[in-house]
């Protein structure tokens, strides 16, 4: 399993992101969270920026794994790969 704490980029009231945080704490997963509707303007715009230069788009959950896999709306299966569980 990922050794690193996972960042997720998530909306406080998305159902997904909600859901995405379940499942990483569940499986016992070290993760931060930040709810990107409740970040400041500028680090908001740093965490889009972050999403951009890696290829993806802010749409949320965001996840990123081992600093360089970005998944985006990951469903449990793609997860389970990508953390090795």
């Avoid at 690193?4 to 909306?11: D, F, K, Q, T, W």
């Avoid at 009231?13 to 499942?23: D, S």
């Avoid at 715009?45 to 600093?67: A, L």
């Amino acid at each position: 399993m990922i050794g690193n704490r996972v960042p997720l980029y998530a909306i406080s009231t998305c159902p997904w992101c909600k859901k995405a945080k379940r499942f990483l704490a569940n499986n016992e997963v070290e993760y931060y969270y930040v709810d990107v509707d409740l970040a400041s303007r500028e680090d908001y715009d740093e965490i889009v920026k972050d999403i951009h230069s890696r290829g993806g788009r802010d749409v949320y959950p965001t996840i990123i794994v081992d600093n360089t896999i970005l998944l985006t709306n990951p469903d449990e299966k793609k997860l389970k790969q990508i953390l090795d569980l």
